[in-house]
């Protein structure tokens, strides 16, 4: 509880310094909602506590970039920091809300993704933008993983047809963005090899490293698991295939991964694949 709030955690995630950022969606509330009284709402929380757990700021909106706009639905999925302590939040919103909202914005497509990032020494907002294709695209289909000292790397999906910046989508595949210190974002069609490619899953290791799960084109039942480094340069990948289609998505949706030292991919129980600066599988005995 905060303040009178009941709070279904979203996200928790923990800086260089010890500190750590909790994402949260507001349940339900007393009086009108808004925390802090600015006259502006939205449905997440954002706060900052030090290694003690003690609160040094909270944050409900953009108060500081559109005054007294109310109940704006950012759906937030993703809360990560980057190295140098910059929280980010990623959600989505219906490009009538963005216009309705926002002055310095424009919908895109029906359903935009939305990026805010805030000061880490007092939780006001550093930036915000929308982005994405010209149809709807959601955070449900959405990684997001830091980068080097203060970047931000990601992939969401689209469908067939779908234009990103002026380029057409030929299947359903990923689109690559990457994010700067300065908060400024870029995008394109992920097409390593110029062949597109729909990303399943992205993790970053302690060493900054990277663990991505692929599926190849035209190709349901396979997937490529790959290890990057730090310059997005390929270490180490394989490719196994032979699951049925029908079950792909029960028997990969939900795959957890661990990266610490090394990292290990658990699918289901008979399936475990341990990575270190190489990819080894252990297949059911």
Known sequence: MIDGYALNVADLQKDSEGNFFLLATKSY??????????????????????SEWNQLWITEDFTDIAPAHTDFDFNTQYLRVTTSGIPYILGSASDYRINSTFSSLSGIGREDLMLASFNATDGSTRTLQNFGSDQS?????????????????????VSSGAV???????????????????????????????????VESLERATNGYFFMVEVPPLSS????YSILDQDLNLVSSTTESGYSSSNI???FGRTAVYLEEGAYLVTNNDHVTKLTSTIKTRLPD
Do not use: C, H, W
């Open 164 to 198: 990103i910046d002026g380029e057409t989508a030929d299947s359903s595949a990923s689109v690559r963005f990457v994010v700067d210190s300065e908060g400024n974002l870029s995008q394109e069609l992920y097409k390593p090899e110029d062949v597109s490619r729909l």
């Open 249 to 251: 998505r029960n028997y």
């Open 221 to 224: 039942n396979v997937r490529t």
């Open 29 to 50: 509330y007393y009086a009108d909602g808004d925390l802090d009284g600015d006259g502006s709402t939205t449905d997440f929380i954002v706060a900052k506590y030090d």
């Open 137 to 157: 695209d959601y955070t449900s289909y959405a990684y997001l993983q830091p980068m080097g000292d203060a970047q931000l790397l990601g992939f969401y999906k």
